[in-house]
């Protein structure tokens, strides 16, 4: 017995199989650490825009402090100018080992805490509009907590945002820590895609490549093994004819009607003489049907029922099939469908013709 071999197809559909889930995991995995990039830069952004807030809301409060660091004291102390008298706010060790930038802040932030509290829609919408500098688009929500007064403030969206968002984390501001802020963010999906389109670009195009390289393969191996199908079939057809006696060795698929004609049903085609012509499925159908009926002949009922079963008006059908299958075999001039009026249709064959072939078209 012969090795069994595993079909080209076969091995081309594994192949583009291999690479579309290798392509699923390199996007997958290309798109986690973007949008990892992605969150951390909408947690800059969120930063940035306390800070915003907080310089918004110390000019609408229209409150004056100074900021002073005295290294022979070893707290710190806030100084508020009010109405023309200084007001002392309470000194604390908390903030002493953060940089000066971050402990202006804080006391900022404990002084507006009291003067103009934060607004949670208000940091929202400008949290909005600096993502949208940065080319973000997000759907946001904002949690505040007075943790003096134990009071929660949210944004209007916050409910639909904060199931599926992630957080900023819990921020803690001011002196004594009373003040906390939490942003929850929803990037969309294009966002990410937009923002770094660079490696899903080249991903795409690398995919794209290997995908019309492995069709392309498919495509001419089909082509060729059909080639080489049809090459062996007229090779056997060949031999046929030339060994008219040796009728076992034609395929099932083909139907020796004289010494010189063969009708390929595989390949719906009938050979003559050397030469090959192409018929329609119905046509080889119609050619079969007549050739297996006693006498070539078959009544118009018959021939109606075998090829399309029960018809209202079938004449017309009936008259094509029979027009085309005279025009597959009009060069065979051994073959002839006959009419015969008013009952059916007989196929003649006459074996006995001489006929000449023109060597110049073989």
Not at 33 to 44: C, F, G, L, P, R
Not at 129 to 149: P, Q
Not at 237 to 253: F, G, M, R, Y
Not at 268 to 284: E, K, L, N, P
């Amino acid at each position: 017995m012969g090795k069994k071999t595993i079909p080209n197809t076969l091995i081309v559909s594994l192949v583009v199989l291999l690479v579309c889930v290798s392509f699923i995991i390199e996007f997958n995995v290309t798109y986690r650490k973007t949008y990892n990039e992605v969150q951390k830069e909408a947690i800059d952004v969120f930063y940035r825009s306390l800070s915003l807030d907080m310089n918004k809301r110390l000019k609408e409060a229209n409150v004056f402090y100074s900021f002073t660091i005295d290294p022979a004291v070893s707290k710190d102390s806030v100084v508020v100018n009010k109405e023309n008298s200084l007001e002392n706010q309470k000194s604390t060790n908390i903030i002493q080992d953060l940089s000066v930038e971050n402990k202006q802040e804080m006391t900022c932030q404990s002084l507006l805490f009291i003067k103009n509290p934060m607004k949670v829609n208000s940091l929202d919408s400008l949290f909005q509009d600096e993502l949208k500098k940065d080319d973000i688009l997000a759907k946001t929500g904002v949690l505040y907590v007075d943790k003096v007064r134990n009071i929660e403030h949210v944004s209007s969206n916050f409910a639909s945002v904060s199931v599926h968002a992630y957080s900023t984390g819990k921020i803690e501001l001011g002196v004594q820590k009373e003040i906390l802020v939490q942003a929850f963010i929803e990037i969309y999906p294009y966002c990410i895609l937009m923002k770094h389109k660079g490696p899903f670009f080249i991903l795409l195009c690398v995919w794209v490549a290997v995908m019309l390289a492995l069709f392309g393969t498919m495509y001419y191996n089909k082509n060729r093994i059909f080639n080489l199908e049809t090459n062996s079939h007229e090779d056997k057809v060949s031999e046929s004819a030339d060994n008219p006696k040796d009728v076992s060795e034609l395929p099932a698929s083909m139907i020796r009607i004289t010494q010189d004609v063969i009708l390929d049903t595989d390949h719906c085609a009938i050979s003559f003489a050397g030469m090959r012509y192409d018929m329609t499925d119905q046509s080889v159908l119609l050619l079969k049907l007549l050739f297996y009926s006693p006498d070539y002949y078959k009544s118009y009922e018959d021939i109606v029922e075998a090829l399309w079963g029960k018809l209202a008006d079938p004449t017309n059908r009936l008259t094509q099939s029979v027009k085309r299958l005279r025009e597959s075999i009009a060069k065979i001039p051994v073959l002839k469908v006959e009419n015969v009026r008013g009952k059916g249709y007989r196929l003649i064959i006459d074996e006995t013709m001489d006929f000449d072939i023109d060597e110049g078209n073989l």
